[in-house]
């Protein structure tokens, strides 16, 4: 296990041990976990909201990591439910997205794989 898997897994613990301290593990089914997901992601972007250019104050940064923090919790809970390894899941996805978005095509572009 390398340095960045022993800090995810100690942050899977913690967050383990934080809901288990609380009795939370009896709200946590996937439906749910699904739905924190979605609702901490729109504070995100409720953050965005009415800023002109996406300039935000900069005194909202820690608000911003505040709340990808939260969707990260998220994340790691609703991988964790289904024994999805993220780094993996995550490493399998961007190697697919290299074979859609090939850079030749794609460069400069913001359109779907399949309109390259």
């Not at 390398?2 to 934080?18: G, M, P, S, T």
């Not at 009896?26 to 995100?44: G, I």
């Not at 390894?85 to 190697?95: C, F, N, S, T």
């Amino acid at each position: 296990m390398n340095k960045k898997e022993n800090k995810l897994q100690a942050l899977l613990e913690d967050i383990k041990q934080f809901t288990k301290e609380r009795d939370w593990e009896q709200f946590h089914d996937p439906k749910n976990m699904a739905l924190s997901l979605v609702l901490e992601a729109s504070e995100v972007l409720e953050l965005f909201q009415w800023t002109k250019d996406n300039e935000i104050n900069p005194k909202k940064k820690d608000e911003i990591g505040d709340e990808l923090a939260d969707v990260f919790y998220w994340v790691l809970k609703l991988a964790d439910y289904y024994d999805i390894d993220i780094l993996e899941a995550l490493e399998q996805k961007m190697h697919q997205n290299r074979a859609k978005y090939p850079a030749e095509k794609a460069k400069g572009k913001a359109v779907k794989y399949s309109e390259l």
